[in-house]
């Protein structure tokens, strides 16, 4: 399943698997880690937390503070990530990112953008 975001950017499923055990531990302390998983297009439930929040204990859910998606093969930072408002720090390191949205302009917490090789 495939969408394409404003930009252009391909939004899908890749390793669900993965990716919801990441979002759900998550959950639990504001830290999302999905790095080294060979990533290529952004997940859906990345943005769209209802998709795997625990709905008997959605009020214990932390916001996400932390997006760790380093050492994938993501070609972008898609507007989306701007739903993710509590984004202190984004690690993008070790991507193939050449295009990077408007919507991280609109990530008013974030104090470090790491897109470094």
Not at 37 to 44: A, K, M, S
Not at 61 to 77: E, I
Request: proline share 6%; net charge negative.
């Amino acid at each position: 399943m495939s969408t394409q975001s404003r930009e252009g950017a391909a939004v899908t499923r890749p390793t669900p698997a993965a990716v919801i055990a990441a979002l759900k531990r998550a959950q639990e302390h504001g830290s999302i880690k999905i790095s080294n998983l060979e990533l290529r297009e952004w997940p859906l439930e990345l943005f769209d937390p209802a998709l795997v929040m625990d709905k008997d204990k959605w009020w214990e859910a932390h916001p996400a503070v932390k997006l760790d998606v380093s050492g994938n093969q993501l070609p972008d930072l898609p507007d989306e990530i701007s739903g993710l408002q509590d984004l202190v720090t984004i690690l993008a390191q070790h991507n193939v990112i050449n295009y990077v949205s408007l919507g991280v302009s609109q990530l008013q917490c974030l104090q470090t953008l790491d897109l470094s090789q």
